[in-house]
């Protein structure tokens, strides 16, 4: 099993910035692609982020050139720093990713529990 924690959410004014943290454990042999997702409520959860195993990253049009994401794999931690931030950005944020525990089995999918990131106008 793999657990993914999630941090660094808070409340913050437009304007400002916030990091937030990944940090995944458990029985950990590879990770294939880790990134950010986020639900505004009454909304549906969408990509905000995601880097590969080899640091291709993908952002969401509404974050580009304001947020970037970055992964330590000795620390098996991905980050999201977020600048520049606007109320619309208020979400909880999850992290999510594709992790093997093992060379035989395939990759599976695990989600954290969600920080919730709040921009204040």
């Known amino acids: 099993q793999v657990q993914l924690v999630e941090s660094g959410g808070g409340l913050v004014q437009a304007g400002g910035s916030l990091r937030l943290s990944c940090a995944a454990s458990?029985?950990?042999?590879?990770?294939?692609?880790v990134g950010w997702y986020r639900q505004a409520p009454g909304k549906q959860r969408e990509l905000v982020a995601t880097i590969t195993s080899g640091g291709r990253t993908i952002y969401a049009d509404s974050v580009k050139g304001r947020f970037t994401i970055s992964r330590d794999n000795a620390k098996k931690t991905v980050y999201l720093q977020m600048n520049s931030l606007k109320p619309d950005d208020t979400a909880v944020y999850y992290c999510?990713?594709?992790?093997?525990?093992?060379?035989?089995?395939?990759?599976?999918?695990?989600w954290g529990q969600g920080t919730q990131v709040t921009v204040s106008s």
């Open positions: 999510n990713g594709n992790f093997r525990t093992s060379l035989a089995t395939s990759p599976m999918n695990y």
């Open positions: 458990g029985s950990i042999f590879s990770i294939d692609f």
